[in-house]
């Protein structure tokens, strides 16, 4: 069985165990040179954490694991079609390789597709379901934010 059946299996057995125990049917695990160092199954319905994806809960479990936000050389096998928030957050982690047994095709006949959410992203920001609006406010006292961020960086180094 190749590496990217085996992982992928994995996965999907998390998100059918995660279902029968009232969650939803995802699972991811998070995979360094060849072994499986994180697992997630989405936690939503037990943590009333909509950001409770597989995904993201097998990231902050593979972080943890190496002490690391840099999850760098990793590739992570998700049972279902990442969301866009997961994607974000695997690529922010340096994640290099996404894979998935189930597309948003899959998924839409059962309420389980995030294609739409994926089409609305790519609008520009005025054209969103969601309002979002740059309003360029900055402290009336005191060092500026950004300012003084790389201050403090360059103060460590």
């Not at 995904?55 to 690391?68: H, K, P």
């Not at 899959?106 to 994926?118: C, F, K, M, V, W």
């Not at 520009?124 to 009336?140: A, D, K, L, N, W």
Request: charged share 20%; aromatic share 8%; hydrophobic share 40%.
């Amino acid at each position: 069985m190749s590496a990217p059946r085996r992982f992928l299996c994995e996965a999907i057995a998390l998100a059918q165990a995660n279902m029968e125990n009232g969650g939803r049917p995802f699972g991811a695990v998070v995979v360094r040179n060849g072994s499986i160092i994180a697992r997630g199954v989405n936690e939503i319905l037990r943590t009333n954490d909509p950001t409770a994806h597989a995904e993201l809960v097998a990231v902050r479990a593979a972080s943890q694991t190496l002490g690391s936000p840099n999850l760098a050389g990793c590739a992570v096998y998700a049972s279902g079609h990442p969301c866009p928030m997961c994607m974000a957050a695997m690529r922010i982690a340096g994640v290099g390789e996404v894979y998935y047994a189930y597309s948003n095709d899959d998924g839409a006949p059962y309420g389980l597709s995030t294609a739409a959410i994926y089409a609305d992203l790519a609008k520009p920001f005025s054209e969103q379901s969601m309002t979002i609006r740059y309003e360029p406010v900055r402290p009336e006292s005191g060092p500026d934010l950004y300012e003084a961020w790389r201050q403090r960086q360059a103060g460590r180094g």
